[in-house]
C-alpha cells in the first residue's frame, strides 16, 4: 500500500518496505544488540498490519490563503503540519472523524488557533478507541477554556458519528505540541471509555498510557504471562505500570501485587479498573519506580516476579541496583527500545541474572520501532 505523504511525515518510515521483509530486518537489528545474552525468538509479527493506532492525533491551523481550517500530521523532527486527512496506520473511524471536527469548524466559523497572533481556538483533536468495546473518544484540545456554539458542535459532530461514547474538551494555554493539560470539561458521556484486554476491562482517560496496537499488545502481554509463568503463590512487582495492565492480569494468577507508576491519573486509572475488575490483591502506590524500589531494597522487601516496563529511555542504575538487591527469582522485561534493553540488560547480567528468552513482537508495523519481551532468572 502507498501512502502520499510518507515521505514527508516520516511517521512509517518503512511502509515501503513489503511487511516481510520489515519484520525480517527488525528480527536482524535484535540479533545484533542481543544474541550475546541469549537466543532471540522469531519476532511475532501483524497479520493485518494496517490501521492498528487505536490512537490518533492531529494538529491544526489556520489557512489565510484559502480561508479555512487545516488538520494534519507533525513532520518528524521538524515542527511543521503536513496536511493529511487518512493514514495507513491509524484508526479508519478515528481519521473520519476528525475530518468531521475540521468541516464543522469551517461552518461554524470557528478557527484553530494561531499562536503567533494569538487568535482562534482549537490546536489538537485527540481521538481514542476501545478495540474491544468499539467505545470512542474525542478529546478537542483548545487553547482558552471559551467554546463558541459549544452545544451545537457536539451535537452536530455526534450526528455526524453516532458511535462517538464521550466527548472531552481539553483547555491547554500551553504551546508544546500535542499535550494535553489536566483541565478536562467533559461535553458529552463519560469522559473516558474502556477496552478490555487479555479478558480484563480497563479504563482509558484522555491522557493515560494504553498501548495504541491492542490486537499485538495482547500477545505481548501473553508472553510476558507465558514467561513468568505463575502459579498462584507468587508476590509481584509491576514496576512502570501505566494503568495497571501487566499487574492486573498477573494478578488473577499471583498472591500479591504491588503496581508502581509515576502519572498520577495513570494511577487513578489503575485503582479503578482495579475496582471494575474485582481484583484484591492488588496496590498501586504513585511515584520513581527508581525511589521506591530503593526504599524497598533499604527495607528488605521481597518479590518473585518483577515485570518492568520502563518507557523508551530505559530504567536507571538506581532502580537495576535495587532490583539486584531485592533478587527476585525472575524479571520480566518488557522494552519499547532494544538499545536501552541491552543496555539494563548488560547491567543485571553482571551479577546473578541470565537471560533465559528474549522475544521481540511487532507492535508498530511499518515504523522503525520494535517491542521485546526478556525473561531473567536469578542463577546462584
Ligand atoms: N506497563 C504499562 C505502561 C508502560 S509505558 C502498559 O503496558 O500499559 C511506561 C510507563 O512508565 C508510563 O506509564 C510512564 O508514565 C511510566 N514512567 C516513566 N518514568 C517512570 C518512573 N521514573 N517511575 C515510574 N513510572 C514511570
Known amino acids: 500500500m502507498e501512502c502520499k505523504v510518507n515521505k514527508k511525515c516520516g511517521g512509517c518510515q518503512n511502509i515501503s518496505i513489503p511487511y516481510s521483509e520489515q519484520l525480517k530486518h527488525k528480527q536482524e537489528r535484535l540479533e545484533n544488540l542481543l544474541t550475546d545474552?541469549?537466543?532471540v525468538e522469531k519476532i511475532i509479527g501483524m497479520e493485518n498490519p494496517y490501521r492498528y493506532r487505536n490512537k490518533v492525533q492531529s494538529a491544526f491551523f489556520f489557512d489565510y490563503n484559502h480561508k479555512k481550517n487545516v488538520s494534519g500530521v507533525y513532520q518528524s523532527g521538524s515542527g511543521k503540519i503536513i496536511k493529511t486527512d487518512s493514514c495507513l496506520l491509524e484508526n479508519e473511524k478515528a481519521d473520519k472523524i476528525i475530518n468531521s471536527v475540521r468541516k464543522l469548524l469551517d461552518s461554524f466559523k470557528l478557527r484553530a488557533y494561531d499562536t503567533k497572533?494569538?487568535?482562534?481556538?482549537?490546536?489538537?483533536?485527540?481521538?481514542?478507541?476501545?478495540?474491544n468495546t468499539g467505545e470512542i473518544m474525542v478529546v478537542?484540545?483548545?487553547?482558552?477554556?471559551a467554546f463558541q456554539s459549544k452545544n451545537n458542535f457536539v451535537k452536530a459532530l455526534l450526528k455526524d458519528h453516532p458511535g462517538i461514547t464521550t466527548i472531552i474538551q481539553n483547555v491547554n494555554p500551553n504551546g508544546i505540541p500535542l499535550t494535553l493539560s489536566q483541565r478536562n470539561n467533559t461535553l458529552y458521556g463519560r469522559g473516558y471509555i474502556e477496552d478490555t484486554l487479555c479478558g480484563m476491562k480497563f479504563r482509558i482517560s484522555p491522557d493515560s498510557f494504553y498501548q495504541v496496537n491492542p490486537v499485538q499488545c495482547?500477545?505481548?502481554?501473553?508472553?510476558?504471562m507465558e514467561f513468568a509463568?505463575?502459579?498462584g503463590n507468587e508476590t509481584v512487582f509491576d514496576s512502570y505500570c501505566g494503568t495497571g495492565t501487566i499487574g492486573l492480569i498477573a494478578s488473577k494468577k499471583a498472591k500479591q501485587v504491588l503496581g508502581v507508576e509515576l502519572?498520577?491519573?495513570?494511577?487513578k486509572d489503575a485503582i479503578s479498573n482495579a475496582k471494575e475488575n474485582g481484583a484484591e490483591n492488588i496496590?498501586?502506590?504513585?511515584?520513581?519506580?527508581?525511589e521506591i524500589i530503593e526504599d524497598m531494597a533499604n527495607e528488605n522487601e521481597k518479590f518473585d516476579v518483577v515485570f518492568m516496563d520502563p518507557p523508551r529511555a530505559g530504567s536507571s542504575v538506581k532502580f537495576l541496583n535495587s532490583l539486584i538487591k531485592i533478587k527476585p527469582e525472575k524479571i520480566v522485561y518488557v522494552s519499547c527500545n532494544p538499545e536501552t534493553l541491552a543496555r539494563d540488560l548488560a547491567i543485571l547480567t553482571k551479577k546473578?541474572?541470565?537471560?533465559?528468552k528474549i522475544q521481540g513482537v511487532d507492535m508498530f508495523p511499518h515504523t522503525k520501532h520494535i517491542e521485546t519481551v526478556c525473561l531473567l532468572e536469578w542463577e546462584k
Do not use: I, M, Q, W
Not at 478537542?140 to 477554556?145: D, E, G, R, S
Not at 495482547?218 to 510476558?224: H, N, P, R, V
Open 37 to 39: 545474552f541469549c537466543k
Open 117 to 131: 497572533k494569538d487568535v482562534g481556538f482549537l490546536r489538537h483533536v485527540l481521538v481514542r478507541t476501545g478495540f
Open 352 to 356: 546473578h541474572y541470565r537471560v533465559k
Open 263 to 267: 502519572n498520577k491519573s495513570a494511577v
Open 218 to 224: 495482547e500477545k505481548l502481554y501473553d508472553k510476558a
Open 283 to 290: 496496590y498501586f502506590l504513585c511515584g520513581d519506580a527508581g
Open 229 to 231: 509463568n505463575l502459579t
Open 140 to 145: 478537542l484540545v483548545t487553547a482558552k477554556p
